[in-house]
């Protein structure tokens, strides 16, 4: 009798029940929703009054996947909150750190710069202005 070369009904069954799973490794590593860099501003946004930025202190708005912060001299800077590890969107700011729901990636909001990894590049720069007491940010603001 020749020796049979195909899989046993167990070999199929275990080969069946780990593939899913495989998968799943893949999707914990993606940004909840399928956020990217292209969620952020792609035209100028209108984020709201400018006096809800104080000196020294920064602002999320996760609506827009933008922070904006304001240094001791008044200037405003504007960053994406989309992690630059994952394409997380950012959704916590405390005091001027953001932290990444995803791998705890930490971005320092005066800056954009990584101020703990996994994520290694800072995060993107956005144009910022007031217009008539209100902050624009994105693209061509």
């Known amino acids: 009798m020749p020796a049979r070369?195909?899989?046993s009904r167990r070999t199929v069954l275990r080969g069946a029940a780990v593939a899913?799973?495989?998968g799943l490794g893949l999707a914990a590593c993606s940004a909840p929703g399928g956020a990217s860099a292209a969620d952020t501003p792609t035209a100028p946004v209108d984020l709201g009054a400018e006096s809800e930025v104080a000196q020294g202190a920064a602002k999320l708005y996760r609506d827009h996947n933008v922070?904006?912060?304001r240094d001791k001299n008044g200037t405003l800077k504007a960053y994406s909150t989309i992690c630059t590890h994952a394409g997380c969107p950012?959704?916590?700011l405390q005091g001027t750190t953001l932290i990444c729901p995803c791998h705890g990636s930490e971005f320092d909001a005066t800056t954009g710069k990584v101020v703990q990894q996994p994520a290694t590049e800072p995060l993107a720069e956005l144009s910022v202005k007031t217009t008539n007491g209100r902050?624009?940010?994105g693209p061509g603001a």
């Open 67 to 69: 922070v904006v912060s």
């Open 135 to 137: 902050i624009v940010a």
């Open 5 to 7: 070369s195909s899989a």
């Open 20 to 22: 899913p799973v495989a």
């Open 90 to 92: 950012i959704n916590k």
